[in-house]
């Protein structure tokens, strides 16, 4: 019984503080994993997507998805797992991948200059 109380408050408390780690500590993870990725560039941006199933000839990558913008250094990331297929548009600010779940696919948009996700 206790240990379901722990739980309970331990749930609450996440809930509840949903800015317990900043967005910079999230991007430092993301961002600066020593982790195997292939990078995509753009005039302005790279992408750098991280865990490749064959770092010489990817076709799933296991993810997070980081971003810089390569002309103020900025950087955000999201967190993308099972990517099949990454797009980006000739002077487009936002790339478009393409994930899965076992059967299920899913395109997700994602703008390159803050990385919030667009279904």
Do not use: M
């Given at each position: 019984m206790?240990?379901?109380?722990?739980?309970?408050?331990?749930?609450?408390?996440?809930?509840?503080?949903?800015?317990?780690?900043?967005?910079?500590?999230?991007?430092?993870?993301?961002?600066?994993?020593?982790?195997?990725?292939?990078?995509?560039?753009?005039?302005?941006?790279?992408?750098?997507?991280?865990?490749?199933?064959?770092?010489t000839?990817?076709e799933?990558?296991?993810?997070?998805v980081?971003?810089?913008?390569?002309?103020?250094?900025?950087?955000?990331?999201?967190?993308?797992?099972?990517?099949?297929?990454?797009?980006?548009?000739?002077d487009?600010?936002?790339?478009?991948?393409?994930?899965?779940?076992g059967?299920?696919?899913e395109?997700?948009?994602?703008?390159?200059?803050?990385?919030?996700?667009?279904?």
């Open positions: 206790k240990f379901r109380k722990l739980i309970f408050a331990t749930l609450v408390f996440l809930c509840g503080n949903s800015n317990a780690f900043s967005a910079d500590q999230v991007e430092a993870d993301l961002c600066h994993s020593s982790a195997r990725y292939t990078e995509l560039k753009s005039k302005v941006y790279s992408i750098k997507i991280f865990n490749p199933d064959n770092p000839y990817p799933i990558w296991q993810g997070p980081c971003v810089t913008n390569i002309l103020n250094s900025s950087q955000c990331g999201v967190e993308l797992s099972l990517i099949k297929a990454v797009k980006i548009l000739p487009s600010k936002v790339f478009i991948a393409e994930v899965f779940s059967s299920n696919a395109t997700i948009r994602v703008n390159l200059e803050n990385c919030e996700i667009k279904k």
